[in-house]
């Protein structure tokens, strides 16, 4: 018993002594705390390696469920869109009439800006195109902007460019009018005929009387009203306001 008491003081006294000098020496501190920081640094590499692998996948799962279903979406959007086509086309050629509907949009991609510091300019990877035509372009169901020839190449020009212009409806009793960029946040309409009153909040959609982009495509909300020269001008928040664009659907015909 007293063999056991005696080797019990000795080990208690030499872990004091070890404790005294790993908390006064930093000798004797250094490579415990280098080891120990080596350690938790090893587990918090896993810890957060484990995490971003769990987050990546379940975050690209749920992210691919996210892209079917849209996709989904469109597909019977585009089958009802053809559908009615083909049904309006039978009922013209029943009546004899010439018209047709047969519109063609397709998915382009931004390549690149067309001047650094002008992010109303973008190239379009499009090599098939009338460089005699304006094409619209939109995100979603929302205007974004216009297509022309540039250089021999396709050039967007987004919302807020001032070449940017096309036809519109302005509220509820489709006041006509022209919409154009002004290289700000807001884009203007003009030729608004002064009969008509619009009034702040009122909606702008495409009337897709300049064969550019189909009718009822939105474009903005009104902010404000003026009137100049026997004509009103409304100054419009657009809808879109994409800071990160890489795609867009080109309406190469409405009809």
């Known amino acids: 018993m007293k063999m056991n008491k005696e080797l019990l003081g000795f080990f208690a006294f ?5 404790v005294g000098a790993l908390y006064f020496s930093d000798t004797v501190q250094s490579p415990f705390i280098s080891a120990l920081n080596s350690i938790k640094s090893s587990y918090r590499d896993t810890v957060t390696t484990i995490d971003d692998t769990i987050d990546k996948h ?5 992210e691919i469920q996210r892209l079917k279903e849209k996709l989904l979406i469109y597909e019977k959007g585009h089958v009802l869109m053809v559908q009615l086509s083909k049904e309006a ?10 018209l047709k509907i047969n519109p063609n949009v397709e998915l382009v991609r931004v390549l690149s800006y067309e001047k650094f510091g002008d992010f109303n300019r973008l190239w379009l990877d499009l090599e098939d195109f009338n460089t005699s035509k304006i094409y619209g372009l939109t995100h979603q169901d929302t205007v974004a902007g216009i297509a022309v020839e540039y250089k021999g190449r396709a050039l967007a020009l987004l919302n807020k460019d001032p070449k940017s212009s096309y036809a519109v409806y302005v509220g509820g009793e489709f006041a006509p009018g022209v919409a154009h960029g002004n290289n700000s946040q807001n884009l203007i309409v003009k030729f608004i005929p002064t009969w008509i009153k619009i009034h702040p909040g009122d909606e702008v959609i495409t009337s897709g009387l300049d064969a550019i982009f189909f009718k009822g495509l939105k474009v903005g909300k009104v902010l404000s009203v003026s009137s100049l020269g026997g004509f009103q001008s409304a100054l419009v928040e657009p809808y879109y306001k994409e800071n990160d664009p890489n795609y867009f659907h080109m309406i190469r015909s409405i009809r």
Do not use: R
């Not at 086309?89 to 010439?98: G, H, I, P, R, V």
């Open 14 to 18: 030499f872990i004091a002594l070890f």
């Open 58 to 62: 379940f975050f690209q799962a749920s």
């Open 89 to 98: 086309n039978d009922l013209f050629a029943e009546n004899n009439s010439s």
